[in-house]
T-cell receptor, first 114, second 115 residues
Framework: AQTVTQSQPEMSVQEAETVTLSCTYDTSESDYYLFWYKQPPSRQMILVIRQEAYKQQNATENRFSVNFQKAAKSFSLKISDSQLGDAAMYFCAYRSPNNNDMRFGAGTRLTVKP | GAGVSQSPRYKVTKRGQDVALRCDPISGHVSLYWYRQALGQGPEFLTYFNYEAQQDKSGLPNDRFSAERPEGSISTLTIQRTEQRDSAMYRC?????????????FGPGTRLTVL
């Protein structure tokens, strides 16, 4: 079974600085999908970015980008020019192409300091 | 609607009572998923539907939990004879369907408290 590990329970960043959140996963599959979701204090789950494993190019969405290292089974999220509104729990998730359930990590709580 | 909606947003019940949690997916979304999220943890898969067919219920913890989606749109997650350990956030998500390209969009969740 696939597992997702987020080794940083909490992270802190100064406003306007850059922060990287780590995620590793365990799988024997060669094709899969990876996601980062944001959960603000409202406890909504908001999709931040997704990456298809068959694509070598790292996904980017405005200030959010990923560093996808397939061989190392690593999928980190970089947030550039951090804003106060980025403060939230961030969850990394894995989905196999052969089924529909997603496996989530335990989350990283990001604090943004003004 | 514009997004996935869930009701009620908060539910407090006494141990032993049955509860029904409702999910209204994004219009046109074929697939619907239920997750449970304990405080401080990531969501945990419970079950999912394609149209009205329940494709996978392997994540349901025991037979007190059931789900249905009779017309392929709105879904109900029912917990019978609730126990305190059932207290959690229950999240619904929907997607267009078509496994390879699918992205799941989550609703706001129902916070269930069992006293």
């Amino acid at each position: 079974a696939q597992t997702v590990t987020q080794s940083q329970p909490e992270m802190s960043v100064q406003e306007a600085e850059t922060v990287t959140l780590s995620c590793t996963y365990d799988t024997s599959e060669s094709d899969y999908y990876l996601f980062w979701y944001k959960q603000p204090p409202s406890r909504q789950m908001i999709l931040v970015i997704r990456q298809e494993a068959y694509k070598q190019q790292n996904a980017t969405e405005n200030r959010f980008s990923v560093n996808f290292q397939k061989a190392a089974k690593s999928f980190s999220l970089k947030i550039s020019d951090s804003q106060l509104g980025d403060a939230a729990m961030y969850f990394c998730a894995y989905r196999s192409p052969n089924n529909n359930d997603m496996r989530f990590g335990a989350g990283t709580r990001l604090t943004v300091k003004p | 609607g514009a997004g996935v909606s869930q009701s009620p947003r908060y539910k407090v019940t006494k141990r032993g009572q049955d509860v029904a949690l409702r999910c209204d997916p994004i219009s046109g979304h074929v697939s619907l998923y239920w997750y449970r999220q304990a405080l401080g943890q990531g969501p945990e898969f419970l079950t999912y539907f394609n149209y009205e067919a329940q494709q996978d219920k392997s994540g349901l913890p025991n037979d007190r939990f059931s789900a249905e989606r009779p017309e392929g749109s709105i879904s109900t997650l029912t917990i019978q004879r609730t126990e305190q350990r059932d207290s959690a956030m229950y999240r619904c998500a929907s997607s267009l369907g078509g496994i390879r390209t699918d992205t799941q969009y989550f609703g706001p969740g129902t916070r269930l408290t069992v006293l």
